[in-house]
């Protein structure tokens, strides 16, 4: 598939992009996200200034990116330890025969 033309509108700006035709969804679900939170950011907290509701919300997103991060190093490690015991089981069992 090929790239398309398409426009994104983030904090009341237009961002004209080339994308691929199988990431345009993602990336149009991401413009909604961002614009909802800073939409929310509006709302419950005093913050009018375009820069500041975007850097809030590159905070809030950088730190939900990382807490995932975080949780995929700890789950991997996790199936990486259940492997090696149920591995370590295996071993002996077969070993007894």
């Given at each position: 598939?090929?790239?398309?033309?398409?426009?994104?509108?983030?904090?009341d700006r237009v961002y004209p992009l080339k994308v691929?035709?199988?990431?345009?969804?993602?990336i149009r679900r991401?413009?909604?996200?961002?614009?909802?939170?800073?939409?929310?950011?509006?709302?419950?907290?005093?913050?009018r200034d375009k820069q500041d509701l975007l850097s809030m919300c590159v905070l809030h997103?950088?730190?939900?990116?990382?807490?995932?991060d975080k949780k995929v190093t700890t789950d991997d490690t996790e199936v990486a330890e259940k492997v090696y015991q149920l591995d370590h089981l295996l071993n002996d069992f077969f070993s007894k025969q």
């Open positions: 598939m090929g790239e398309i033309s398409i426009k994104i509108n983030i904090a691929n035709m199988e990431e345009e969804e993602i991401a413009a909604k996200l961002i614009n909802d939170r800073i939409k929310e950011y509006q709302e419950n907290y005093a913050v997103y950088a730190t939900s990116s990382l807490k995932a």
